[in-house]
């Protein structure tokens, strides 16, 4: 069983920056891919960022260039540095790993004004 404890999600302006981080734990469980999602009223949860255990990573379109995503295997913690934040990456912010299945975090709300 893994667990999944996202923080740093907030109200930040335009053109503004916020972390978020994810701790998993799960009993010893050898953490493998992680990935931040992001679901905004109305649309469907869509893929923000992924990293291997190896840290390669994968981005989608409208956050490359601005989102980083990183990962601490020692604490088992994922990263998203999110720089230069615009209005339409308001959303709720989830973390996600697979271990025999996928896995959640509760979410943080991330809110962007313009």
């Known amino acids: 069983q893994v667990q999944l404890v996202e923080s740093g999600g907030g109200l930040v302006q335009a053109g503004g920056s916020l972390r978020l981080s994810c701790a998993a734990s799960?009993?010893?469980?050898?953490?493998?891919?992680m990935a931040w999602y992001r679901q905004a009223p109305g649309k469907q949860r869509e893929l923000v960022a992924d990293i291997t255990r190896g840290s390669s990573t994968n981005y989608a379109d409208s956050v490359r260039g601005r989102f980083t995503i990183s990962r601490d295997n020692a604490k088992d913690t994922v990263y998203l540095q999110m720089n230069n934040l615009r209005p339409e990456d308001t959303a709720v912010y989830y973390c996600w790993t697979f271990w025999s299945r996928a896995y959640w975090g509760q979410g943080t709300q991330v809110t962007v004004s313009s």
């Open positions: 799960g009993g010893g469980v050898r953490i493998g891919p």
